[in-house]
């Protein structure tokens, strides 16, 4: 099965941006949808966007549009998720997931089978 690592997380002041990456190994990440999702203490993980294996769709959540861009290569397994505009409502830790049976509009409510450990965003005012 696929194998998601997250990197890119820290600390970064409001207004600021970030990017984060999802390397995958095992199969073809090709293969996959992908998606971003967050988790804030306390709450439950939400979808934040996602990708289509091809990388011609995607999806966001409102509080995602506008300010954040997903996108892949699959050339190098690799997805990302540049933030710009960043608020401290955005801090939570941010997971990859992937699934090789839904789209990316589906990841919007149902959340994929396979995901990575996360990676913490905190975002300071």
């Known amino acids: 099965q696929v194998l998601l690592v997250e990197s890119g997380g820290g600390l970064v002041q409001a207004g600021g941006s970030r990017r984060l990456s999802c390397t995958a190994s095992?199969?073809?990440?090709?293969?996959?949808?992908a998606g971003w999702f967050r988790q804030a203490p306390g709450k439950e993980r939400e979808f934040v966007a996602a990708?289509?294996?091809?990388?011609?769709?995607?999806s966001y959540a409102d509080s995602a549009q506008g300010r954040f861009t997903i996108s892949r290569d699959n050339a190098k397994n690799t997805m990302y998720l540049q933030m710009n505009s960043l608020k401290p409502e955005d801090t939570a830790v941010y997971y990859c997931?992937?699934?090789?049976?839904?789209?990316?509009?589906?990841?919007?409510?149902?959340?994929?089978?396979?995901w990575g450990q996360g990676t913490q965003v905190t975002v300071t005012s």
């Open positions: 095992g199969p073809p990440f090709i293969t996959y949808s």
């Open positions: 997931g992937a699934d090789a049976h839904m789209t990316d509009r589906a990841m919007v409510t149902v959340y994929p089978h396979h």
């Open positions: 990708i289509d294996w091809g990388g011609r769709s995607s």
